[in-house]
């Protein structure tokens, strides 16, 4: 069975840092694109940030989170991370990985390409 978790969500002060990590079971993620996605109540579901499959070239980010976010593939144990710095209230939300099995460039408009999706995790920026 095909299965993506995501974990590493909390609650952090605004301008702290988390890692969010997106595992697999049944599948090796390394061929796949991933994006992270984030879903705020009343909004539509939004890509923030996306890696390409195979080789890895290529990667997306959201205006709203360049230079904030870095996302990167650990080939060790075949995980993709979200590193997201510098947090602000408004990045508060439900962060999804999802998985795009066709391995090509990033395309996170188009929500339908991605297959395979976790059940989330949550990230709050309070103080």
């Known amino acids: 069975q095909v299965q993506l978790v995501e974990s590493g969500g909390g609650l952090v002060q605004p301008g702290g840092s988390l890692r969010l990590s997106c595992t697999a079971s049944?599948?090796?993620?390394?061929?796949?694109?991933i994006a992270w996605y984030r879903q705020v109540p009343g909004k539509q579901r939004e890509g923030v940030s996306c890696?390409?499959?195979?080789?890895?070239?290529?990667?997306y980010y959201a205006d709203s989170v360049t230079g904030r976010f870095t996302i990167s593939r650990a080939s060790a144990d075949d995980t993709v991370y979200l590193q997201m710095n510098n947090l602000k209230p408004e990045d508060t939300g439900v962060y999804y990985c999802?998985?795009?099995?066709?391995?090509?460039?990033?395309?996170?408009?188009?929500?339908?390409?991605?297959?395979?999706w976790g059940q989330g995790t949550q990230v709050t920026v309070s103080s």
């Open positions: 999802a998985a795009d099995i066709r391995g090509g460039p990033c395309r996170v408009e188009v929500r339908t390409l991605f297959s395979y």
């Open positions: 049944g599948f090796t993620l390394r061929h796949y694109t």
């Open positions: 890696i390409a499959g195979n080789s890895g070239e290529g990667s």
